[in-house]
């Protein structure tokens, strides 16, 4: 059964850090591209970062780099995204998802039409 743990969300100050968590079982995260997402309250799920399994390139949304650094575990399967500088306008639901399709993330990378397997989500809250 292909399946999709997260972990790791909370609630943080700004300013403070979080690391996400996303374990996959069911399927070998080294064979796809691996996006996170996060969806707001009211608003539309937005990519987030991206990683290739091909090379090991990387991808972010402008309101994240410099601060934020997605990275994976082959031995352990899992995916990580390192928030750090947390502002309250990253607070949001956050998903991993996998591109079946694609080992590298796609021009598209950033859209939630191109993935196909889903985590339950984990609340990320920045608060004061």
């Known amino acids: 059964q292909v399946q999709f743990v997260e972990s790791g969300g909370g609630l943080v100050q700004p300013g403070g850090s979080l690391r996400l968590s996303c374990a996959a079982s069911?399927?070998?995260?080294?064979?796809?591209?691996i996006g996170w997402f996060r969806q707001a309250p009211g608003k539309e799920r937005e990519g987030v970062s991206c990683?290739?399994?091909?090379?090991?390139?990387?991808y972010y949304t402008d309101s994240v780099k410099g601060r934020f650094t997605i990275s994976r575990d082959n031995a352990k399967n899992t995916v990580y995204l390192q928030m750090n500088s947390l502002k309250f306008e990253d607070t949001a639901v956050y998903y991993c998802?996998?591109?079946?399709?694609?080992?590298?993330?796609?021009?598209?990378?950033?859209?939630?039409?191109?993935?196909?397997?889903w985590g339950q989500g984990t609340q990320v809250t920045v608060s004061a």
């Open positions: 998802a996998a591109d079946l399709m694609r080992r590298r993330c796609g021009s598209s990378w950033f859209s939630k039409a191109g993935y196909d397997y």
């Open positions: 990683f290739s399994s091909s090379d090991g390139s990387t």
């Open positions: 069911g399927f070998f995260l080294d064979y796809y591209a």
